[in-house]
């Protein structure tokens, strides 16, 4: 078994871990990024978007985020009740709300992170952590055949909800973590591209279509869990299908639609953890609920926090050699009084707030269609976050 020690090692391939790979280098400290996978960003996120968040101009520079990764400029959404008798039409602040092409978006952070030298490795899975004195102080990850062993100053762990690889007990997960499909469709009938659609059920829960074209869109389906009283019965594939064949609208969208990429998920909807570090290691990403609470979306969430925290700890670690408790604290007060981290925290309240409107107690159709009108204006007044 063969050992080497470098600065940082960064755990996961999607857009929380490329990103603090390329904000680390840029300190110019040595990072090792280490994919389960044969591909970086295998699991497709959530593909709308704010193209004028702050972190694409941090990673890509002044042009930003770069056109070739949208696909469409969203402009409204629309927002039925599970009777789709009523709705609420959401306007969206001009050219900044997209639909991108996350595939794209990914070449592009992998490109970035290899002219920032970072040595990504694909096929690397971690097995464990490697303890010393009850502190981690490395991992062990197997790649292809070999088993290989790792020494780094810090780990970043932004592994999603996709992995075997067991958390210290001592981290906390984030509440209300929910189970979804994310689908790709392709010969859809959307009359309007550049309005996004979400349908609300009679049971906690939601479909929603992001079109990228006329005949193209992202579907989903999820369910709030912890408002079920037996979540494990509901069957997301058998519900889904229901729907397309005796939903009004669905019927019409998706009447001729075929399947190009359907997987199972688990978002997060419950908001951040407020603690994501144990000594030596730094949790981001989806598995510390750096996602929106209202609308799922961690892209932008995940980007800003790994670009953030390797500024702040990759100047440190150059400082000082080593990381302290305080620079951890420092860190983790960074990211909870950024901006993002307010936005995160609203995004919970919101969340919390919406949900128990619509479903605590649980209420018919119709029940939902008589208070709708007082309800409605929560989603008119939101922004493009």
């Not at 400290?29 to 972190?55: D, P, T």
């Not at 056109?67 to 599970?82: F, L, M, N, Q, R």
């Not at 688990?266 to 929106?292: E, K, W």
Request: aromatic share 8%.
């Amino acid at each position: 078994m063969s050992s080497e020690k470098v600065d940082i090692v960064i755990i996961g391939g999607g857009v929380a871990g490329l990103s603090a790979a390329i904000s680390f280098a840029r300190t110019g400290l040595e990072v090792v990024l280490l994919e389960q996978n044969n591909e970086f960003g295998k699991m497709i996120r959530g593909e709308v978007i704010n193209s004028s968040a702050v972190v694409f101009k941090e990673l890509f520079g002044t042009e930003g985020l770069p056109k070739s990764c949208i696909e469409v400029t969203y402009t409204a959404g629309d927002y039925y009740t599970p009777s789709t008798q009523k709705y609420a039409h959401r306007s969206l602040p001009s050219g900044e709300k997209v639909g991108i092409n996350y595939r794209k978006l990914i070449d592009d952070l992998v490109c970035l992170a290899s002219r920032e030298n970072v040595n990504l490795q694909l096929n690397s899975q971690v097995i464990e952590f490697i303890e010393k004195e009850s502190k981690i102080v490395g991992l062990r990850y197997q790649k292809f055949d070999e088993s290989l062993e790792i020494f780094p100053k810090l780990i970043i762990c932004a592994i999603g909800f996709h992995t075997d690889l067991s958390i210290p007990p001592i981290q906390k997960p984030p509440k209300s973590v929910c189970p979804a499909l994310k689908i790709i469709v392709e010969n859809m009938d959307i009359p309007d591209a550049s309005k996004l659609e979400v349908f609300f059920l009679e049971i906690p829960a939601l479909i929603w279509i992001f079109p990228k074209s006329q005949t193209r869109a992202e579907l989903g389906i999820m369910i709030w869990k912890d408002l079920i009283e037996s979540p494990s019965e509901i069957n997301l594939n058998e519900l889904l299908d229901e729907k397309i064949r005796t939903h009004p609208i669905l019927m019409e969208r998706l009447a001729h639609g075929n399947y190009i990429y359907y997987a199972p998920e688990m978002l997060a909807f419950g908001g951040p953890v407020m603690n994501t570090y144990i000594p030596h290691v730094f949790f981001i990403g989806d598995m510390m609920g750096h996602v929106g609470a209202v609308g799922g979306s961690g892209i932008v969430s995940s980007l800003t926090i790994g670009y953030d925290l390797g500024q702040f700890l990759g100047k440190v670690l150059n400082q000082k050699g080593e990381l302290a408790t305080e620079d951890f604290q420092e860190a983790q007060q960074i990211i909870n009084k950024s901006e993002i981290g307010k936005w995160l925290k609203k995004e919970q309240s919101s969340a919390i707030a919406m949900r128990k409107i619509l479903y605590e107690p649980l209420k018919s159709p119709e029940e939902i269609d008589e208070m709708w009108d007082k309800f409605k204006g929560f989603i008119e007044s939101r922004g493009a976050g």
